[in-house]
């Protein structure tokens, strides 16, 4: 089975670290064409169309604004047996269905992390595929992070959420590491501590510990942590968070009115 990205850009770029067996990259940047060969030792080429003739497996790893140009391009190509997977935001699967032969179609939001096999991934797929099928498209997905499979209808919010997400917290860790330097510390100083907290935080998390019970964990009455705290919730940052990811989920519903 033969897999091609149209599209050579970072996403791609994590996804072919974890894809197995042949890959084929359409690419429109000769130095980027000439990294990929060189770093994955991938075949590359300046053809969409090649990439739609000549493999099973097709993943659109280009931007919601290119998708309609794209699609055009090698609808001709897309025949009933081949799979199309887009990991653009907002394009949804009836869009795709309506431009292309193959009902074989995969809507997918990954996220940044996943350059760092650390991502979180949602898939959306219409039931017509083969366990088989299904665990091809998993395998390459499931090799750079963590994979749930949920509704399209929730592909919006999922993009607000963990799309989204990674830009929310570096935003919150920006904000850290000023303050810290506000407070007297080193910039380098206050980035590494703001970093490394983050980075345990969520380690911490993962191991199933709540965040309520976290928070808990930390704060003592009276204390440091719970001073803070009363300032969050003075300023209303549950209201804040909740209005950011709501004007992304509704930034992302927009992008997705094309079907």
Do not use: H, W
């Not at 099973?56 to 997977?85: C, F, H, R, W, Y």
């Not at 209303?236 to 094309?258: F, K, Q």
Request: glycine residues 8%; neutral net charge; contains cysteine.
């Amino acid at each position: 089975m033969k897999t091609g990205f149209i599209g050579g850009g970072n996403m791609a770029e994590a996804l072919i670290k974890g894809a197995k067996g042949k890959i084929l990259v359409s690419e429109p940047r000769e130095d980027r064409r000439q990294y990929l060969e060189k770093t994955y030792d991938v075949e590359t080429t300046l053809s969409n169309m090649e990439v739609a003739n000549s493999c099973d497996i097709i993943i659109l790893a280009v931007k919601p604004q290119n998708m309609e140009t794209v699609l055009d391009e090698i609808s001709p190509a897309v025949t009933e047996g081949k799979t199309v997977v887009s990991i653009a935001a907002g394009v949804t699967l009836g869009y795709l269905s309506s431009r292309l032969k193959t009902k074989r179609l995969v809507r997918v939001m990954p996220n940044t992390p996943a350059l760092v096999r650390e991502g979180m991934t949602v898939m959306s797929l219409c039931e017509c595929f083969s366990d088989d099928a299904v665990s091809a498209i998993r395998e390459i997905f499931m090799s750079v992070g963590e994979l749930v499979v949920l509704p399209e209808k929730y592909m919006d919010a999922v993009t607000a959420l963990s799309g989204s997400g990674p830009a929310f917290i570096a935003l919150f860790i920006e904000a850290m590491t000023e303050a810290g330097t506000k407070l007297g510390l080193d910039e380098d100083i206050a980035s590494t501590l703001a970093v490394q907290t983050a980075i345990g935080t969520a380690g911490l998390l993962k191991t199933g510990l709540t965040p309520a019970k976290l928070r808990e964990m930390v704060t003592s009455p009276g204390g440091t942590t719970a001073a803070g705290l009363s300032v969050f919730r003075e300023k209303r940052l549950n209201d804040i968070v909740s209005a950011a990811l709501t004007s992304a989920r509704n930034r992302a519903g927009e992008l997705g009115r094309r079907d």
